[in-house]
Every structure is written in C-alpha cells, then in structure tokens.
C-alpha cells in the first residue's frame, strides 16, 4: 500500500520539478558563451551571475543605452 503511495508522491514532484523547469525556461533565455552583437566571448563570471546574458558588458550597455533612447 505504501509503495503506491510512494509512487504518486514521486511522480507529483516529478511533474512538479518539469513544471518549474518549464516556468524558468520560458523568462530566462539560455546564456551564451559569446555575445550575440559583437561575438567576442562573455567572461565566465558574467555568464554565471547573469542568468540568460546575451551580450558582453559593452555591448549590453549599448543595447540598454539604445532601449532607454527609443521609450
Ligand atoms: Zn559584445
């Protein structure tokens, strides 16, 4: 009888950690190991503590610079 429950229990925590993943994966873009703009390599310090990074600092100053001139 326990065992069912068992079951159950893994597979809730199972759809559970899929749906998180999901969730995550949809806000986050997956981070690149060079800059989308000007393809020089992100240092890896910026590529862990930014989660989804695109560019590399100077260029993502510039987009940003870009986003606030065009609001
Ligand atoms: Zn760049």
């Known amino acids: 009888m ?3 429950i068992d ?4 597979q ?3 759809i ?3 749906q998180i993943r999901q969730a995550t994966q949809k806000t986050s873009l ?3 190991t060079h800059c989308i703009d ?3 390599p992100i240092p890896l ?3 862990q503590k930014v989660t989804g990074c695109q560019r590399c600092v100077a260029c993502q100053t510039d987009f ?7 609001v």
């Open 12 to 14: 809730s925590e199972l």
């Open 16 to 18: 559970l950690e899929h």
């Open 64 to 70: 940003e610079k870009q986003n606030l001139r065009g």
């Open 30 to 32: 997956p981070t690149r």
């Open 2 to 4: 326990s065992d069912v």
């Open 38 to 40: 000007c393809d020089e």
């Open 7 to 10: 079951t159950a229990q893994t």
């Open 45 to 47: 310090l910026r590529q």
